[in-house]
Structure formats: C-alpha cells, structure tokens
T-cell receptor, first 119, second 119 residues
Framework: KAGVTQTPRYLIKTRGQQVTLSCSPISGHRSVSWYQQTPGQGLQFLFE???????NKGNFPGRFSGRQFSNSRSEMNVSTLELGDSALYLCASSYGPSNDRGYSNQPQHFGDGTRLSIL | AQKITQTQPGMFVQEKEAVTLDCTYD???????LFWYKQPSSGEMIFLIYQGSYDEQNATEGRYSLNFQKARKSANLVISASQLGDSAMYFCAMREASSIKAAGNKLTFGGGTRVLVKP
C-alpha cells in the first residue's frame, strides 16, 4: 500500500511569492491534516480536511489556506511568503471517522514532508 | 499550559540497552488517544505506538512499549534493546475527543526528545 506522498520535497522561494504544496493520502484515507515544523515552534497544526471540508484550523494567519479534492488529495497554499514561513511542512492522512466513544485509534500517517526555504 | 510535555531534550543510550522517554499530558477530556512518532534526520514521521485512554492494557509493538499511568497523566515510551537505527527525534502526541467531535483529527505534539544510540 503506497504511503502518503508529498510534492515537492524541497522548495526555495523568495519573500512575497506564493507557494502550493501537494499531498496525496493513503488510498482509502479521507482525512488529511497539515502541520508546520520549525526549530523554534516545533510541530504546529495548520488545518485538517475531511471529505473536502475543512474540519479545523490552527492558529495561523489567513495567508495559509488549503483545500481537498474529491479523491482526497489535498493542497495547501501560502501567499505573500515571509522569512518565518521557512519550515518543514508535513501532511498526514488517516481513515477519519471516530468510534462510538468519540475518538479514533487510527494513527495519522505522515508523508516525507516538503522543506520550504524562503530567501 | 503545555498540553504535551517531554522533559528530556536529548539523551544517549548504549546499543542493546533499554531507554525510557518521558511524556506527560494535560487534558480535561475523558476520551483521548496518545501516540508516539519517530522522526529520523531525513524528516519523515513514523508512527510507533498508540494508547487509548480507555485501554486497560499498556500498548506494545515489537520493541516499543508504552508505560501508561492515567492518574499521573503520563505515557512514557520504552524502547528495548536499542539499535543504532533508533537514533532519531521522538515525539509524543495527543488527540483529544473534543478535538475529534468538534474538529477532527488534530494532534498536539510535545517538543520531542532526541535519542542518540552509541555503539
């Protein structure tokens, strides 16, 4: 079974530009989450999509946006890039639905990440 | 307050010895899940083990076991018979039921523990 695929692996941009990152989840997974990882802030949740709907959004400015397609593939977009956006962006997929107790034991499976550098 | 605390920023362990990585958490939810992930220097996040708040038995997966003490809100990871390939960052993460019901699969991560296995 193919894992989570993120493209591109590396990206170099300059301030003010915009960028689009792509994530293909594991087949059958309907939930896709995005995380930003930096040395200073650690791993921070960006947003999650389930069945093409954003279910939750982290505490990031509106420059960060995303979407999910009918095949569960997801993209995230960052506009007007700033130096502080340099980070490893990780995508994770999981099956999605909760069990009767209101939680799911299905782990999120992560891709290899996209390393974004802003010059 | 931090929801996930990993107090050991880094540690050395001798090959073939066991190591315990500490994780304490803070939640008011009755239903939650705790996860451990491994991140090698290449960047990908590898799922290791899961413990649900209602699980009575401590989780085990091969050389990984989770010492779950619910009353103390701790979920320490034990790696037995350490191997050189275990050198990596290790993250403890939590998914709360309120997160799932209201907002899906958001994971909250600790700051991580870097493990270096010495030959």
């Amino acid at each position: 079974k193919a894992g989570v695929t993120q493209t591109p692996r590396y990206l170099i941009k300059t301030r003010g530009q915009q960028v689009t990152l792509s994530c293909s989840p594991i087949s059958g997974h309907r939930s896709v989450s995005w995380y930003q990882q930096t040395p200073g802030q650690g791993l921070q949740f960006l947003f999650e999509y389930f069945s093409e709907t954003q279910r939750n959004k982290g505490n990031f400015p509106g420059r960060f946006s995303g979407r999910q397609f009918s095949n569960s593939r997801s993209e995230m977009n960052v506009s007007t890039l700033e130096l502080g956006d340099s980070a490893l962006y990780l995508c994770a997929s999981s099956y999605g639905p909760s069990n009767d107790r209101g939680y799911s034991n299905q782990p999120q499976h992560f891709g290899d990440g996209t390393r974004l550098s802003i010059l | 307050a931090q929801k996930i605390t990993q107090t050991q920023p880094g540690m050395f362990v001798q090959e073939k010895e066991a190591v315990t990585l500490d994780c304490t958490y803070d939640t008011s939810d009755q239903s939650y899940g705790l996860f451990w992930y491994k991140q090698p220097s290449s960047g990908e996040m590898i799922f290791l083990i899961y413990q649900g708040s209602y699980d009575e038995q401590n989780a085990t997966e091969g050389r990984y076991s989770l010492n779950f003490q619910k009353a103390r809100k701790s979920a320490n990871l034990v790696i037995s018979a350490s191997q050189l390939g275990d050198s990596a960052m290790y993250f403890c993460a939590m998914r709360e039921a309120s997160s799932i019901k209201a907002a899906g699969n958001k994971l909250t991560f600790g700051g991580g523990t870097r493990v270096l296995v010495k030959p």
